[in-house]
Each structure stands twice: as C-alpha cells, then as structure tokens.
C-alpha cells in the first residue's frame, strides 16, 4: 500500500550539483524514520542520510557537509541536495523510509532507486 517514488537523478560533472526528492504515498501509515541509501556496482548498499520526526539529520562521514537531507512532514516527502559530487558518489540512489502500516509491525520500504552519475 505504501509506495516511494524517487525522481532527480541523472548524469553530471564532477563538482556539480543535483537534487533528489522521494515521496511517500498511501494510507494508514506513519512513517518514522526517511532517508537515503546509495549502491555502486559490486557493493553494498550504504546509508547516505536519515532524518527521524523531531530529530536533526545524520550524514555518512563521505557525504558530510556536501548533502543536505530536508523533510517536509505535510507532504511526506524528503529532499536530498548533492553538492561538490565526485565520481565516487556514482550509484543507484534508493529512499528509504520506516514506520507503520495498518498494524504494530516495524516495516521498511524502499524506492525503486534512482541512477547518479558523477563523470566528465
């Protein structure tokens, strides 16, 4: 019933900019927790950034003062602005959110990603 849509990605050179945004969409759901997690060919997929309802953002040490997560609760939506990319930030870039569904059960849901290439 929840559903996350990424849109923003796209190809870029290095030391420029793109903006990601996820929305959460459904009914009966609160979601607790959203963020970002990003996977490169032959790797794991790592946290980029999270925000949880009334707390401050935590940054994955390699993207700390480059990326700015936001969110904004009315809309449940989340903002991610990548600044100063560098080609290692190539990866396919998924939302993530947790929270609940019509029952007590933690849930996790995930986008369907979307690809950031950072070359020249």
């Known amino acids: 019933q929840v559903q996350l849509v990424e849109s923003g990605g796209g190809l870029v050179q290095p030391g420029g900019s793109l903006r990601l945004s996820c929305v959460a969409s459904g009914s009966g759901f609160i979601m607790n927790t959203m963020g970002w997690y990003r996977q490169a060919p032959g790797k794991q997929r790592d946290l980029v950034a999270t925000?949880?309802?009334?707390?401050?953002?935590n940054y994955a040490d390699s993207v700390r003062g480059r990326f700015i997560l936001s969110r904004d609760n009315y809309a449940n939506t989340i903002d991610l602005q990548m600044n100063s990319l560098k080609p290692e930030d190539t990866a396919v870039y998924y939302c993530?959110?947790?929270?609940?569904?019509?029952?007590?059960?933690?849930?996790?849901?995930w986008g369907q990603g979307t690809q950031v290439t950072v070359s020249s």
């Open positions: 993530n959110g947790v929270g609940y569904e019509n029952t007590w059960r933690i849930s996790h849901y």
């Open positions: 925000i949880t309802t009334g707390g401050s953002p």
